[in-house]
């Protein structure tokens, strides 16, 4: 099957016979501009070494030019074979927390635009696996739902705001089994699921729900967001920048649960780290993927094609040289 890569560049070849019909008529008003001063071969003797013949073969060498460079940048393709392939892909699920003891600036920015940047790293190491995204604070909901969009996904993940959510809180356990029902065929051998928080919860619901993903198949990387020292939490109010506060009046201080992110991991067979040791996380979550078994995408089917420009800008080129050499005088030798 013959095509070529980028056809809106044949377009160019109408160049060619535009600038056959400029030289011919060029020629033809110079002839006459010569009839009007004399004898035209009066006047071509007073021009010695001029030669209509050489000027009428540098314009072909740069017609040539111009067609052989054009159907080179147009990319002439021959269809080699058609191939069917059975794309295979594991489904991971992120979990991001977008509470607002995210907001806090224990470490910079701040915990939420942390863990975005981090999960825009890790969506650039997938390779052709489904992603979901799950945003949860005191419930959690479907943002959106598994797709290898990871385009998509990465719009998504720098819109999330705390404004997202009313119920404020850090519902890991709703934001677990919320996971579980993106999954409803009966194969439980493909699942991975990544939750970014702080893990400020106190919910032992959440270690049930981790328990019983790991017998449905999913296993659970966590990965940690703060510092356990701590920070408060910023807001604006009134057009100044404030701090959260308790009943009392005392600022509140938000401090990364390491213990509830283990434990999380360890419920449900999968491991913790802290955001800080990304490239850790990705080599783990990378073994992980090799390990599991991977679901056979729909059948696609596509056509190789190899390229044979070279075969045209060589010659192309080559009458460039010719027309900036050639010349128009004939050379006189004594």
Same mark, same amino acid.
Do not use: C
């Given at each position: 099957m ?18 056959i ?9 110079t ?16 021009s010695?070494?001029l ?30 074979k ?21 907001l ?24 052709g ?21 990871y ?6 993940? %720098?819109t999330? $705001?705390?404004?997202?959510?009313? *119920?404020?809180?850090?519902?890991i356990? !709703?934001?677990? /089994? =919320? ?15 990544i939750?970014?928080?702080d ?7 959440a ?19 703060g ?12 057009g100044q ?26 419920a449900a ?7 800080? %040791?990304?490239? $850790?996380?990705?080599?783990?979550? *990378?073994?992980?993927l090799?390990?599991? !078994?991977?679901? /056979? =995408? ?29 010349r ?7």
């Amino acid at each position: 099957m013959f095509r070529f890569e980028h056809p809106e560049y044949l377009f160019g070849l109408l160049l060619i016979p535009m600038m056959i019909l400029g030289y011919a008529l060029h020629r033809k008003w110079t002839r006459r501009q010569l009839n009007r001063l004399g004898e035209p071969r009066l006047i071509t003797r007073q021009s010695p070494g001029l030669s209509e013949g050489r000027r009428k073969i540098k314009f072909l060498f740069l017609m040539l030019s111009l067609f052989f460079l054009i159907l080179g940048i147009a990319n002439p393709q021959w269809g080699v074979k058609r191939k069917k392939v059975k794309p295979k892909s594991a489904d991971i699920v992120l979990a991001l927390d977008v509470s607002k003891s995210m907001l806090s600036d224990d470490i910079p920015p701040n915990r939420l635009e942390r863990a975005k940047n981090f999960i825009d790293r890790l969506i650039d190491h997938l390779k052709g696996e489904r992603v979901g995204l799950i945003f949860f604070a005191g419930n959690a909901f479907l943002q959106m739902p598994l797709t290898t969009d990871y385009g998509a996904a990465k719009v998504f993940v %720098k819109t999330a $705001d705390p404004s997202m959510l009313s *119920a404020q809180g850090t519902a890991i356990g !709703d934001a677990i /089994e =919320l996971a579980e029902k993106m999954f409803t065929d009966k194969e439980h051998y493909h699942r991975m699921m990544i939750i970014i928080s702080d893990g400020e919860s106190h919910d032992q619901g959440a270690i049930e729900a981790a328990k019983r993903a790991r017998e449905a198949g999913l296993s659970i990387f966590t990965v940690g967001v703060g510092t356990p020292q701590g920070g408060m939490i910023p807001y604006r109010y009134g057009g100044q920048m404030t701090y959260v506060k308790d009943k009392s009046g005392k600022d509140v201080i938000t401090k990364l649960n390491e213990k509830m992110m283990i434990d999380i991991a360890k419920a449900a067979d999968g491991r913790y780290f802290h955001i800080t %040791k990304a490239d $850790d996380i990705f080599d783990a979550i *990378a073994k992980k993927l090799e390990q599991l !078994d991977r679901r /056979e =995408l729909e059948i696609q089917s596509f056509d190789e094609y190899n390229s044979y420009f070279q075969y045209f800008l060589i010659p192309g080129l080559l009458f460039l040289t010719l027309f900036l050499l050639f010349r128009e005088r004939n050379i006189k030798t004594t």
